[in-house]
């Protein structure tokens, strides 16, 4: 079974209903790792750059997971990437370090699903606020995944909520994570 890497940044986690619902339910696989970052890093410059490299490689599936604040992610992602992704590991002549690895974005919304379309009040589907961290996975050789999405976190009853954790657990324990991408990339 491939090992997987949630690289979870929830700067309010232990208050989080969603993020804490879905991680529970795959806390004790024995394949998958998760790097809570806001509990590993109280300071932004003292992020362990070897450390967390070292733990990309050791997997086989990279998972980011986060509340999405301001149509991205929370700030601690964007300064790891900034400086795990680096040129001689993830990218350029020397780096390509990632390139057999899976990538997935595990997200989740204050909104309903239909605000995120032209038209609406978002005025931008997901696919297009995701293209960055798509792009990223380009970039440094992974492969992109279908996105898995939670909506309407302050609405979504608990019966809607233990679906989309059962979904999240089957997303994350499939061992075919490309089989529906297609349909993501044509939405």
């Given amino acids: 079974m491939k090992k997987t890497l949630i690289i979870l940044a929830h700067p309010n986690f232990e208050e989080s209903r969603l ?9 004790n696989e024995k394949n998958i790792t998760i790097n809570n970052l806001y509990s590993e890093y109280k300071s932004f410059d003292k992020i362990d750059i ?3 490299q070292t733990l990309l490689l050791e997997h086989d599936r990279i998972v980011f997971q986060f509340p999405f604040y301001w149509f991205s992610s929370p700030s601690l992602l ?5 400086k795990v992704l680096e040129y001689g590991f993830a990218y ?8 057999t690895k899976e990538f997935k974005i595990v997200t ?16 931008a ?4 606020l995701l293209k960055p961290f798509e ?8 492969s992109y995944t279908m996105p898995f999405y939670v909506y309407k976190a302050l609405k979504i009853t ?5 679906q989309k954790a059962f979904e999240y657990k089957q997303t994350l324990l499939n061992e075919d994570w490309s089989s529906s991408l297609s349909k993501y990339l044509n939405s």
Avoid: H, V
């Fill in 92 to 99: 350029g002549s020397e780096g390509g370090k990632l390139k």
């Fill in 50 to 52: 070897k450390r967390e």
């Fill in 135 to 142: 792009t990223m996975a380009k970039f440094t050789r992974m």
């Fill in 19 to 27: 993020n804490k619902t879905l991680i529970n339910t795959i806390k």
């Fill in 78 to 82: 964007k300064e790891w990437q900034d």
């Fill in 158 to 162: 608990d019966e809607e909520l233990e």
């Fill in 125 to 128: 589907s997901m696919n297009e």
């Fill in 108 to 123: 989740t919304m204050g909104s309903p699903e239909f605000a995120y379309q032209a038209g609406a009040y978002i005025q």
